[in-house]
């Protein structure tokens, strides 16, 4: 190995190794779907320090619960957003079908649950 060679064992060294180069357009615009997906979750964190933040509104211990939940989920989309970004690099690299959106119904469900969760606590509480 030379001095200009990269590491071999990281992980970008093995994500560049395979197949070739694809059209940058397709490769930014598979980063640009990355950073909604982090947007995403900083969102939904920033959501949950919202919840924790809301005082009497709601009762403690579930303010305390939806806040680490949403901060969770947060964290969750983050991790699968590098994840859908890393598959789908390496499928365009290899010039095969693109992988599924994991998120996607992770997010609705999600959100939908987080939705009647803060329905019931907004209509239960007095």
């Known amino acids: ?10 992980w970008t060294d093995r994500l560049l190794a395979e197949g070739s180069d694809p059209d940058p357009r397709f490769s930014l615009a598979n980063e640009r779907t990355f950073l909604a997906w982090i947007r995403t979750a900083l969102a939904v964190i920033a959501a949950g320090v919202g919840v924790a933040l809301a005082g009497d ?3 403690a211990p579930l303010r305390h619960g939806l806040a680490g939940a949403m901060a969770g989920t947060g964290a969750l989309i983050a991790a699968m957003a590098f994840r859908r970004w890393l598959r789908t690099e390496r499928a365009l690299r290899r ?8 998120l996607a119904p992770v997010m609705a469900y999600g959100l939908a649950l987080g939705a009647v969760v803060l329905l019931v606590v907004v209509l239960v509480t007095p």
């Not at 190995?1 to 990281?10: E, H, K, L, N």
């Open 1 to 10: 190995m030379s001095a200009t060679d990269p590491p071999g064992g990281r």
């Open 57 to 59: 509104l709601i009762a």
């Open 95 to 102: 010039d095969e079908t693109l992988p599924p959106p994991a």
